[in-house]
């Protein structure tokens, strides 16, 4: 693994003029349009369980397609393929010669429809499906994950599960190891109970508040999808994302309430078991994503980490002057780390 001197190319993140500061990075990015020129993608449906499918969107290199790395890149919660930073890591890496996948999460992108079922923390498996249908019906011959937020828990955590041969581990038996090159995540949220209470502070209740809106609305739809399996009432009384994690995601995804959910579905569990090489970025001034101290240990413990927390950036943010680049600097960061592998 390379060392934090060598391991990336790209300037030290330094905050665009006006743009300083945790709140100001993260809602910024969120405010500022931004326009994309990539080419339609390929549609992919790829089962990851029996009849339950996630949306794929499939950019492949004109030429040499299985020769070139393939980028499976995961979004965040209440995210889709089409986030801003999806189509970002898409263009980057078109650009660098990668072939880029950009994987909803269950239910997202318009797919609601599809199964009664939600998504959650814990679901790292998918992406190990995701990667053995491109294996198996493309012929890759290398891909690495990439995730933001909530899904760069899920890239960590299929990282640390296929190093310590967990229970995904099995679905890749057939497959050479050497395939997976690597693993790029921004603002990993791998301490999820840290991150949900974080959430509950008073300076982050614009965000709570937002995560509520959208979970409440997807959840009464699935409702109205699934009668028989949803029941909106539960959702009364609900003021934290905490109390949505215990009284919907747990109850209807297997755990035993919020805390058994946020124990069991963290990367922070197996993050030292990573056994390729990885890029975890963070901001200090992240308003809501925290990191333990003892996660930082197992961190610091991994040589095959590289881990990069910068001052400012806020949350999935990142934004930089603009020179020679559109200034989206932790995309830059992602797609310079992955060229390397």
């Known amino acids: 693994m390379e060392t934090l ?42 089962e990851v369980e029996p009849a339950i499918s996630v949306l794929c969107h499939c ?20 995210g889709s393929s089409e986030s801003e930073y999806m189509l970002g890591i898409a263009e980057k890496g078109l650009a660098a010669g990668m072939n880029v996948v950009r994987v909803n999460q269950r239910n997202c992108g318009g ?27 493309d012929h890759i011959t290398r891909f690495a994950l990439a995730g933001f937020s909530m899904g760069g828990n899920l890239a960590l955590k299929a990282a640390g599960e296929w190093g310590s041969r967990a229970s995904s581990s099995h679905a890749l038996a057939n497959h050479d190891p050497e395939q997976f090159r690597g693993v790029a995540v921004v603002c990993p949220s791998l301490d999820l109970a840290a991150s949900a209470d ?14 509520l809106w959208k979970l409440d609305r997807r959840f009464r739809a699935k409702a109205r999808l699934f009668p028989d399996a949803f029941d909106p009432s539960r959702l009364q009384g609900i ?19 919020a805390s058994d959910y946020y124990a069991r579905a963290g990367a922070a569990n197996v993050v030292d078991k990573i056994g390729v090489p990885a890029f ?11 990191i333990t101290p003892e996660t930082r ?26 020179k020679g680049y559109d200034g989206h600097w932790a995309e830059l960061a992602v797609i310079d780390f992955l060229s390397r592998l």
């Open 5 to 46: 001197q060598t391991a990336l190319t790209v300037p030290p993140f330094r905050p665009r003029r006006g743009l300083r500061g945790g709140h100001i990075q993260t809602l910024a990015s969120y405010f500022l349009a931004r326009h994309f020129h990539l080419a339609p993608a390929e549609e992919r449906l790829v």
């Open 59 to 78: 950019h492949w290199q004109p030429e040499g397609k299985q020769a070139a790395l393939t980028v499976i890149i995961v979004h965040g919660l209440e």
């Open 111 to 137: 797919t609601d429809h599809m199964a009664p079922t939600l998504y959650n923390s814990s679901l790292s498996n998918d992406l190990v499906a995701v990667a053995t249908n491109l294996m198996e019906q």
């Open 198 to 211: 974080a959430l509950h502070e008073r300076g982050n209740r614009l965000y709570e508040k937002y995560f």
């Open 239 to 257: 003021k934290s994302l905490r109390e949505f994690d215990d009284k919907i995601t747990a109850f209807y995804c297997g755990f035993h309430g």
């Open 280 to 290: 975890i970025l963070h901001a200090a001034s992240d308003p809501f994503i925290r």
């Open 297 to 322: 240990r197992k961190i610091a413990a991994n040589p095959n980490i590289l881990f990069v927390e910068t001052e400012d950036g806020g949350h999935c943010s990142f934004l930089a002057d603009p």
